[in-house]
């Protein structure tokens, strides 16, 4: 099978499961952003990270292209009943970690900019490509074009990259970068 198909040339692509839409719909461009939030996480896996946290970043890289397929295919279709579910536990799966993760860290007691050793930097890429997805998603979701599920684990995954961020950075020995701000000039 030829990676390309010329199909798109015009500015269409297909969905998964039939039928054509512009290659800027929003919801292709829901899609394309939970694509791009996979792939950072891939990045921030080629970064050295300690085994358990790499193993669920790739947990969380195949529910994201679950996540993807949900978006890219069209309900009631054939095609829809051959692509899984998202599942609640995911995000109650997330919670936990979230919860275990903070009772490792240090108190968070200011803002703090991205940064620290090159996994956590990546991660904080993928916090806000996933924020950027979950507002593209919201779009959707009051045209009634998404499932509300979608929105809320995109959410959860956002908060968890920046507690995983942190973790990275503390099991590094390395401090969160703190934000500083400027006094205002008189």
């Avoid at 009634?144 to 995109?154: G, I, Q, S, T």
Wanted: proline share 8%; aromatic share 6%.
């Amino acid at each position: 099978m030829k990676i390309y198909t010329k199909t798109g040339d015009a500015g269409e692509t297909g969905l998964f499961g039939g039928g054509r839409i512009a290659k800027d719909d929003a919801l292709v461009d829901a899609y394309g952003e939970v694509d791009e939030l996979n792939a950072t996480l891939g990045l921030a896996r080629t970064f050295p990270l300690p085994a358990d946290l790499d193993h669920f970043l790739q947990r969380l890289q195949d529910q994201l292209f679950t996540v993807g397929a949900v978006l890219a295919t069209p309900p009631h279709t054939k095609a829809a009943a051959h692509i899984p579910e998202l599942k609640p536990e995911w995000v109650e799966e997330m919670e936990r970690h979230i919860d275990r993760y903070e009772e490792e860290l240090p108190k968070m007691t200011h803002f703090i900019l991205p940064g620290g050793a090159p996994a956590a930097a990546a991660l904080h890429l993928s916090r806000t490509v996933c924020r950027r997805a979950e507002r593209r998603v919201v779009t959707l979701l009051r045209e009634d074009k998404a499932p509300p599920a979608v929105a809320m684990y995109l959410n959860r995954l956002s908060d968890l990259l920046f507690v995983v961020a942190r973790l990275v950075n503390f099991r590094a020995g390395l401090p969160d970068v703190k934000w500083i701000p400027e006094k205002p000039s008189k």
